[in-house]
């Protein structure tokens, strides 16, 4: 099957400091990777959408310059969370998609298994 | 703007119980519709998919079924065991570019 996956599992920092998150397609290439966030006892909410090569596209309301995206090939993506505060505290999902027609995985999306970000 | 409904919201079943989970949506032009299985503190595990075009998907005990006229999907899982406990959330794309429309979940527990 398709795996994705998250570097770190979890991260603990002090407010002000920057983290950078990892996600990567193991055995597929991602045409697109997607940034959520997950509050306890939330359901998912999209922060943004990532295209190989190319600039996110934020949702609104999600600050571009505190939620840095890099889509640097069509198997990673990094989420550096700038000048982390308490409130950044959450649990951080990525998952990656791929349109191939012929691809068994045709419109199927597959999450990473997420990282915690708590922000002291 | 599509909105993804789940109910109920939790649900508690003896072991060996069908589970029954509902989930609608108000746009009924969708490419797909999937159903994740999330446990606690842990990221989403892909259970089905069913493209627009079909009616219902099977893998093992669980069954999930489309009514794109009615706006609607309910997966079923047969014979439930404890390890079906879990909270489940379905999701729909909100464009071509897989873009997802996540329903609040249905939080499930299965008792011994």
């Known amino acids: 099957g398709a795996v994705v996956s998250q570097h770190p599992s979890w991260v603990i920092c002090k407010s002000g400091t920057s983290v950078k998150i990892e996600c990567r397609s193991l055995?597929?290439?991602?045409?697109?990777m997607f940034w959520y966030r997950q509050f306890p006892k939330q359901s998912l909410m999209l922060m943004a959408t990532?295209?190989?090569?190319?600039?996110?596209?934020?949702e609104q309301g999600v600050e571009k310059d505190k939620f840095l995206i890099n889509h640097a090939s069509l198997t990673l993506s990094t989420l550096t969370v700038t000048s982390a505060h308490p409130e950044d505290s959450s649990f951080y999902i990525c998952s990656a998609w791929t349109s191939g027609r012929k691809n068994f995985f045709y419109n199927e999306q597959f999450f990473g298994p997420g990282t915690r970000l708590t922000v002291l | 703007k599509q909105e993804v409904t789940q109910i109920p919201a939790a649900l508690s079943v003896p072991e060996g119980e069908n589970l029954v989970l509902n989930c609608s949506f108000t746009?009924?032009?969708?490419?797909?519709l999937q159903w994740f299985r999330q446990d606690p503190g842990k990221g989403l595990t892909s259970l089905l998919l069913?493209?627009?075009?079909?009616r219902e998907q099977t893998s093992g005990r669980l069954n999930a079924s489309l009514d794109k006229s009615s706006g609607r999907s309910t997966l079923y899982i047969a014979a439930s065991q404890p390890g079906d406990s879990a909270t489940y959330l379905c999701?729909?794309?909100?464009?071509?570019?897989?873009?997802?429309?996540f329903g609040a979940g249905t939080q499930v527990v299965v008792t011994p």
């Open positions: 069913i493209q627009s075009s079909q």
């Open positions: 990532s295209n190989e090569g190319s600039k996110a596209t934020y």
């Open positions: 999701a729909v794309p909100t464009d071509s570019w897989g873009k997802l429309q």
């Open positions: 055995d597929f290439q991602a045409t697109t």
């Open positions: 746009d009924s032009a969708i490419y797909n």
